[in-house]
């Protein structure tokens, strides 16, 4: 008997605290669960759509879910699509993202904007990094991630939420309390409905540019990863500049990425210099300097399933998106 009570309540302590523990860093944990910005419930979404939904998966950073509006797409071609995306998420966050993307879905097609392949840095803040780390569920790929995100000494709260928002107990809401993972859905496939309008934006003419500029050797090994990644799984992969107002030194780095992806059998398409063609006007297609508003967005993801192989022929005819684009199209209007 005593050697069975020395074998449970140890057993029985650590189940305690681990409930506790989790229930800690549910409530705790910082949530954009409604309005523009509801990261939170557009990563939950797709973890929690049913498996095997997607053919076609986008990823990347803002310009990819401000840009790529699944239900458009659907209601054009029937193919189901999600957009999982963060803000200024990095190449590396993508590469892993992917492979979580991965276990879940076996899509046709993988779209990467890369946009953040013109960047240079070797890290990005904890408002970056807890944005793409916060709602991936935890696994050997997430440690990986936080690995190489962060420094020695920054990492474990990109693992362990608690570490990160042990100190939010001030801010709890109602909602803190009422927040479910499993409950949440986006109703957009993880793309951002922006209705605003900025109608002074800017554009440099870069059809012209034909310098190429070496990428930051980080960018490098994990474009090369996401490469063989998905040669490896069978699925096919495009790479992308979705309309975004770019530079002439990022298009140097585009050019530089069109290069890499030739070399590789990838397809590689800079929409910036195709704005005449999908038809965007610069004072009523963009919420601000780099992203599309929904009147932009819709014209570009009309544009891309006409020009993009893949979507040739397709049209399934189902409605189970219906409802949501409904939703869709009320929401655009309303806000």
């Known amino acids: 008997m005593k050697t069975a009570k020395k074998i449970i309540l140890p057993i029985v302590f650590v189940t305690i605290f681990l409930m ?12 954009e669960t409604k309005g523009w ?47 999982f ?28 904007d890369c946009l953040m392949l013109s960047k240079n840095e070797e890290y990005y803040d904890d408002g970056v990094n807890y944005t793409f780390c916060d709602n991936m569920p935890f696994s050997w790929d997430k440690v990986n991630l936080a690995r190489v995100s962060a420094k020695k000494g920054d990492r474990l709260g990109l693992i362990l939420r608690f570490v990160k928002y042990h100190s939010r107990f001030a801010e709890i809401k109602k909602e803190d309390f009422e ?4 409950n949440m859905r986006d109703y957009s496939k993880g793309y951002y409905v922006l209705t605003s309008t900025k109608s002074d934006v800017k554009r440099v003419d870069t059809k012209n540019v034909t310098d190429r500029k070496e990428l930051f050797p980080k960018n490098r090994l994990y474009l090369e990863k996401i490469i063989e990644l998905c040669k490896n799984r069978n699925i096919k992969l495009l790479l992308v500049k979705t309309p975004s107002n770019s530079t002439e030194e ?4 585009y050019n530089e990425v069109e290069r890499i992806a030739k070399d590789n059998d990838v397809e590689f398409v800079d929409y910036n210099i195709l704005y005449e063609e999908i038809g ?10 780099g992203h599309l508003n929904t009147k932009g967005a819709e014209k570009f993801s009309t544009y891309f ?14 409605s189970d998106w219906q409802t949501d684009y409904e939703k869709y199209v009320k929401e655009r209007i309303k806000k």
């Open 37 to 83: 910005w509801n990261v939170t419930a557009k990563i939950d979404g797709f973890y929690n759509s049913p498996k095997n939904e997607y053919d076609v998966i986008f990823f990347g950073s803002s310009n990819a879910y401000c840009s790529f509006n699944p239900l458009v797409i659907w209601k054009e071609t029937g193919v189901k699509s999600y957009v």
């Open 250 to 253: 990022e298009k140097a780095y």
């Open 179 to 182: 927040y479910r993972k499993k």
């Open 280 to 289: 965007l006007d610069l004072t009523e297609d963009f919420f601000d300097d």
């Open 20 to 31: 506790l523990f989790s229930v800690c860093d549910r409530v705790l944990l910082r949530k």
């Open 85 to 112: 995306a963060t803000q200024q998420q990095p190449i590396w966050a993508t590469y892993y993202y992917m492979k979580d993307a991965f276990k879940r879905q076996s899509p046709d097609l993988a779209v990467v």
């Open 305 to 318: 399933v006409q020009n993009t192989d893949y979507f040739n022929g397709k049209f399934s005819g189902n």
